[in-house]
């Protein structure tokens, strides 16, 4: 189906089910693996990721109304830059030119807000993405990786020293100081997105870095957000090892969003190892309708 022929919606005027139905076609062979986002999880899912529906957009089949492909838009006001939440075309419409219209129209909508740049994630393995974000002008800036590790069995726990203990509101603080310091900092680790969790959390501080995770010892453990604003990473690598001590026998599990530079190095050195697995942190500047071809 040519370009011409779709139609451009904001999602925000989309039915739910809707939208919902076309994300899970979209994502059920996905390279990281199938969308499992019953319809109830659904508004939990844009909430923790700061998706604003009113700046997303859907491409419409004009005769049948149905879901081609969406864009889904999360704002970093903070940083004057829009994030792509989440983009995907449903398996008829792949090669229709419905993803290239959705990606233009987005550059062109976030250069007309005003915005600096804007950002995504894209797995490495997933290289026909990487192109269609290349040929806009997106640039890889960081990888991301994903970790995990199980800590050592031991007999009692180690818990961790008093004055690494945080409260929320100070851990959500420093995030907000964090993202405003560090250049390109993932969403998914910062501020917003911690503050929507679903499931309590807790963090830690030593020094200059922060470590907030979720879970115990029975389930296992996430980490939800790993920073450390020294490149040597010692604090960082002391905040995991004392994870690894408190909780003996978990398993841990680090989402493919650290950047290597921030923590990433650190929980290598704690004997983590990295997923295979990763993403690109890419960020078009001066956002344009341009392609680059």
Not at 201 to 218: E, I
Not at 231 to 236: E, G, H, I, L, T
């Amino acid at each position: 189906m040519p370009d011409a022929a779709c139609a451009l919606v904001p999602t925000d005027q989309l039915a739910p089910e809707a939208l919902h139905a076309a994300f899970m076609r979209a994502f059920a062979d996905y390279v990281a693996g199938p969308a499992h986002i019953e319809l109830a999880q659904w508004p939990g899912l844009l909430s923790r990721q700061g998706v604003d529906l009113a700046l997303g957009r859907a491409a419409l089949e004009p005769s049948t109304g149905s879901v081609l492909g969406f864009v889904l838009v999360a704002p970093r006001a903070v940083l004057s830059r829009w994030r792509i939440g989440t983009m995907g075309a449903v398996p008829e419409a792949r090669g229709s030119g419905a993803a290239r219209l959705l990606l233009q129209d987005l550059l062109q909508r976030a250069r007309a807000a005003g915005m600096a740049a804007v950002e995504l994630e894209v797995f490495d393995q997933n290289p026909r993405a990487v192109r269609l974000y290349q040929q806009h002008g997106f640039v890889a800036q960081h990888p991301l990786h994903g970790y995990s590790a199980a800590a050592p069995e031991a007999s009692p726990p180690t818990p961790p020293p008093v004055a690494w203990a945080c409260a929320p509101a100070a851990a959500l603080a420093w995030l907000d100081g964090a993202a405003a310091a560090v250049p390109d900092l993932p969403l998914q680790v910062a501020a917003p997105v911690v503050q929507a969790l679903t499931t309590p959390w807790t963090a830690w501080r030593c020094g200059t870095a922060q470590l907030v995770f979720s879970g115990d010892s029975a389930t296992g453990l996430i980490v939800r957000s790993l920073i450390d604003r020294d490149p040597a990473q010692a604090d960082a690598e002391r905040l995991v090892r004392g994870l690894l001590a408190a909780h003996p026998g978990a398993r841990v599990i680090v989402p493919p969003l650290q950047r290597p530079d921030l923590g990433g190095e650190a929980l290598v050195r704690a004997g983590f190892e990295r997923d295979p697995l990763w993403q690109w942190l890419m960020r078009c500047d001066r956002p344009s309708s341009v392609a680059v071809t």
